[in-house]
């Protein structure tokens, strides 16, 4: 039994081979990559390398140099955001989001504001969480210079369709934040038109915590200023921070004992294929939604069915939602995740926000069919108190 539901904050557990992955890299290299010409500093580079190309490969990315490591993917996408404002720091800028984002989106921009950069946010349907892509054309101005949204909402699990934005973000860069579905879905970024990608290596990827990234298209590097500026292991000889890529963003050593570990949860889950890997989930999303469907006094929030949605799921109870929650632990050994998951204006767009949030449920690729049935009966004892025995 698998009674762990919170992979939307970080997968666990990961597979056998992370772990193995990053002890190998301990005992028999740790060196810095692109710091030495001896044999542990190249195999070091090897790794770094290896793990750029699995990623572009991934979700079709033009060109391994345009892989771009961070700390997660609040950083990743901080780096887009305060990247593009502070390269237009002298024309007038503005930036399209949407009700559905993170406070790793929501927050940069807030910030932004105070140094004159204009932001709208899009509302989204209030059953589904979906955004109209003709209301985000509708939000783009002259002066826009980025369009960010969430793929996946870290609320309701919704699923947007970036290939449709895509299509009205022809003339604005469009970024796209890939917490919840990298790894767990097919991304594109050339039939998408994704101009930047945010993910963190951490959660669908399979990886260690302290991983991340973000994947551009090339050229678009030629208006994102990097955030840090440092070491890079090249052109030593001058004080400047070089233009070339990734060296560009990436000053500072390298978390090579996450990168280790991401590489090998890459692998893995080319072996398994993400088609594999996404349909999998999909069945347990039917079986979690039609068994639910017969639980009294708890009601999914969002979409209700397999479409346009993830294997991410807020609950409504009659109750407190940290109270439920608190229960679903102390009763089943249910762990999820309480309130508002960073994200305010996904709650406001829901109606959950004044009662604290929801319950947030979700799966992973270890979880069964099994583990889930688990998951909903223990999810029935907690909205019915009456069925728990003494
Ligand atoms: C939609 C979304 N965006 C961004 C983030 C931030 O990811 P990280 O924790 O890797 O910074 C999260 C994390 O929960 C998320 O769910």
């Keep these: 039994?698998?009674?762990?539901?919170?992979?939307?904050?970080?997968?666990?557990?990961?597979?056998?081979?992370?772990?193995?992955?990053?002890?190998?890299?301990?005992?028999?290299?740790?060196?810095?990559?692109?710091?030495?010409?001896?044999?542990?500093?190249?195999?070091?580079?090897?790794?770094?390398?290896?793990?750029?190309?699995l990623l572009c490969e991934l979700v079709h990315a033009p060109?391994?140099?345009?892989?771009?490591?961070?700390?997660?993917?609040?950083?990743?996408?901080?780096?887009?955001?305060?990247?593009?404002?502070s390269h237009f720091q002298h024309e007038e800028t503005h930036i399209v989001t949407t009700a559905m984002d993170h406070n790793s989106v929501l927050r940069p921009?807030?910030?932004?504001?105070?140094?004159?950069?204009?932001?709208?946010?899009?509302?989204?349907?209030?059953?589904?969480?979906?955004?109209?892509?003709s209301d985000i054309a509708e939000a783009i101005t002259p002066t826009t210079k980025l369009v960010a949204i969430a793929h996946g909402s870290n609320v309701t699990g919704t699923v947007q369709d970036i290939e449709a934005i895509g299509r009205v973000c022809s003339n604005t860069p469009l970024l796209v934040d890939a917490a919840q579905t990298m790894g767990h879905?097919?991304?594109?970024?050339?039939?998408?038109?994704?101009?930047?990608?945010?993910?963190?290596?951490?959660?669908?990827?399979?990886?260690?915590?302290?991983?991340?990234?973000?994947?551009?298209?090339?050229?678009?590097?030629?208006?994102?200023?990097?955030?840090?500026?440092?070491g890079t292991g090249s052109a030593s000889?001058?004080?400047?921070?070089?233009?070339?890529?990734?060296?560009?963003?990436?000053?500072?050593?390298?978390?090579?004992?996450g990168i280790s570990g991401l590489t090998a949860s890459l692998q893995w889950i080319k072996k398994?294929?993400?088609?594999?890997?996404?349909?999998?989930?999909?069945?347990?999303?039917?079986?979690f939604v039609t068994g639910l469907r017969n639980v009294a006094n708890v009601k999914i929030i969002g979409p209700q069915t397999n479409a346009n949605r993830c294997g991410v799921f807020s609950l409504a109870f009659e109750e407190k939602p940290n109270i439920a929650a608190q229960r679903l632990?102390?009763?089943?050994?249910?762990?999820?995740?309480?309130?508002?998951?960073?994200?305010?204006?996904a709650h406001q767009t829901m109606g959950t926000t004044d009662c604290g949030g929801t319950v947030r449920v979700s799966f992973g690729p270890f979880h069964s069919l099994?583990?889930?049935?688990?998951?909903?009966?223990?999810i029935e004892r907690c909205a019915t108190p009456e069925l728990v025995t003494t």
């Design 1 to 53: 039994m698998q009674p762990y539901f919170d992979n939307a904050a970080t997968s666990f557990p990961k597979p056998q081979c992370v772990i193995d992955a990053m002890v190998a890299y301990h005992e028999k290299c740790g060196a810095s990559p692109g710091r030495g010409a001896y044999a542990q500093a190249v195999e070091a580079t090897d790794i770094l390398d290896k793990c750029r190309s």
């Design 63 to 85: 060109s391994d140099s345009h892989c771009i490591f961070t700390l997660n993917c609040t950083d990743a996408l901080n780096l887009a955001i305060n990247g593009i404002a």
């Design 109 to 133: 921009l807030h910030a932004l504001e105070k140094q004159g950069v204009a932001y709208t946010v899009v509302q989204a349907c209030q059953k589904t969480g979906l955004v109209n892509p």
């Design 185 to 230: 879905t097919a991304i594109d970024m050339q039939e998408m038109n994704i101009a930047l990608l945010a993910f963190p290596g951490h959660k669908g990827l399979l990886g260690p915590l302290g991983t991340g990234g973000l994947i551009m298209q090339n050229g678009i590097e030629q208006i994102i200023a990097p955030h840090r500026f440092g």
């Design 237 to 257: 000889e001058h004080p400047v921070q070089p233009t070339d890529l990734p060296d560009k963003y990436e000053s500072g050593s390298h978390n090579m004992v």
């Design 272 to 287: 398994q294929s993400v088609q594999t890997l996404h349909q999998h989930e999909m069945e347990l999303c039917d079986a």
């Design 329 to 345: 632990e102390q009763n089943s050994g249910i762990r999820s995740r309480a309130g508002l998951h960073c994200a305010p204006f």
């Design 370 to 378: 099994e583990d889930v049935l688990y998951l909903i009966d223990s």
